[in-house]
């Protein structure tokens, strides 16, 4: 059986928002004491995002990170930690353009205005009623959906796009 992404059949769609999927993006969940957590490099700021070459890692709260790329990208021998594949858990939706913020802040409730909101961070919400992740990296915002609500919010940003 060959694996198939949530938004497979939308690309048409998404290519209409400027968007891509990044499909089969390796998602890792890491809990972790924050002290050891900074040894590693994570970022220790709430709602910051730290990359490194092809890894994202993504603060979500006082001792939870996920780690987005490339598997093994961090070694965490000699660390008190739980590390949890959570691959399949969202689909990603990359989108790109000058006017990704306000597409996203028509069903976001986060102030996405430069003065609050820029490269590298990163923050849980809900666009729409889906629960999202979202994280800004340069040119690029990422958007993390669970795969059930991924084709909603396609439909709800295409809405916003209008015909």
């Known amino acids: ?72 990208a961090a070694s965490l021998a000699g660390h008190h930690r739980s590390v949890v594949d959570v691959s399949a858990n969202r689909a990603v939706i990359e989108l790109a353009g000058s006017s990704r913020h306000d597409l996203l802040s028509s069903a976001c409730p986060i102030d996405l205005h430069p003065r609050s909101w820029g490269d590298g961070r990163c923050a849980q919400s809900v666009f729409g009623a889906a629960q999202v992740l979202l994280h800004e990296r340069e040119g690029a915002t990422r958007l993390f959906v669970r795969p059930s609500f991924a084709d909603y919010v396609v439909d709800l940003l295409l809405v916003s796009v209008g015909p």
């Open 1 to 72: 059986m060959t694996a198939r992404s949530p938004l497979a059949v939308r690309s048409g769609d998404l290519d209409r928002l400027g968007a891509t999927e990044l499909a089969f993006l390796s998602q890792v969940d890491v809990r972790i004491e924050p002290a050891s957590a900074a040894t590693l490099g994570f970022p220790t700021e709430p709602n910051t995002a730290r990359t490194s070459g092809d890894r994202d890692v993504l603060w979500l709260g006082p001792d939870e990170w996920l780690i987005v790329g490339a598997p093994g």
